[in-house]
């Protein structure tokens, strides 16, 4: 179970904060990430994050959001900076059991998703 929580209202240029708690079942060798669904729109890919501490951003968030992994507490973060209103939108981390994906980019290569947080950034 993926618990997502930090979401909330930023301005424009400022920073937010995820985090994504995993309980019950859980080991460090899962890839984790996070994607997004603003309103309208398909579910994106955001970042990801593999059990070796390979990091994945999507173009639109390279060089402003950072993802990382604590395994001792089984979380996921995400470090949003230099925000857009653009980034609206839920945001939702996920898991992946396999060690093996054709791609970390794809929503159906993850196995267990967060209930979602939303985060709005205001103009």
């Known amino acids: 179970q993926l618990q997502a929580s930090g979401g909330g209202l930023v301005q424009a240029g400022g920073s937010l904060r995820l985090s994504c708690a995993a309980s019950g079942r859980t080991s460090s060798r899962y890839t984790l990430g996070w994607f997004r669904q603003a309103p309208g729109k398909d579910r994106e890919f955001v970042a990801a994050?593999?059990?070796?501490?390979?990091?994945y951003y999507a173009d639109s968030v390279k060089g402003r959001f950072a993802i990382s992994r604590d395994n001792a507490k089984n979380t996921v973060s995400l470090q949003m900076n230099s925000m857009k209103p653009e980034d609206t939108a839920i945001y939702y981390c996920?898991?992946?059991?396999?060690?093996?994906?054709?791609?970390?980019?794809?929503?159906?290569?993850?196995?267990?998703w967060g209930q979602g947080t939303l985060v709005t950034v205001s103009s």
């Open positions: 994050i593999s059990w070796t501490g390979g990091t």
């Open positions: 996920t898991a992946a059991t396999s060690l093996i994906l054709i791609s970390v980019r794809l929503n159906q290569e993850y196995d267990y």
